[in-house]
């Protein structure tokens, strides 16, 4: 099965993931035969290390080949749309570097959990 790609953001909790445990434990496909990549959802750009820890949970996997931010766009903790609606979004904020919130923080966070 090599080749094979696996990918599923944190916010969908009925999660294919689960069979793909399954196969693993079964013996049916090889863990190490997989890449399997998931997203840092939007909502999770306020604590990335616990939006991995949910996607692995969910997944029922212990380690991620690939770990990527879905959009660079903050939204609200609590939005979970796939589309998500207007009032999840964070307000944008235009303050000059260094005095607001950037993706760099959230890329901070991400490439200390590798």
Request: glycine share 8%; proline share 9%; with cysteine.
């Amino acid at each position: 099965m090599t080749g094979k790609q696996h990918n599923k953001p944190s916010i969908w909790p009925s999660s294919p993931g689960s069979a793909l445990t399954e196969a693993i434990l079964d013996g049916k496909v090889e863990r190490e035969d997989i890449f399997v990549t998931s997203k840092l959802w939007g909502s999770d750009h306020h604590d990335p290390v616990s939006g991995l820890k949910q996607t692995l949970k969910n997944m029922g996997m212990e380690h991620l080949d690939m770990y990527l931010v879905h959009w660079p766009v903050k939204l609200k903790p609590w939005a979970c749309n796939p589309i998500p609606n207007e009032d999840e979004f964070e307000d944008l904020d235009l303050r000059p570097p260094g005095l607001a919130w950037r993706s760099a923080w959230t890329w901070g966070c991400v490439d200390a959990l590798v």
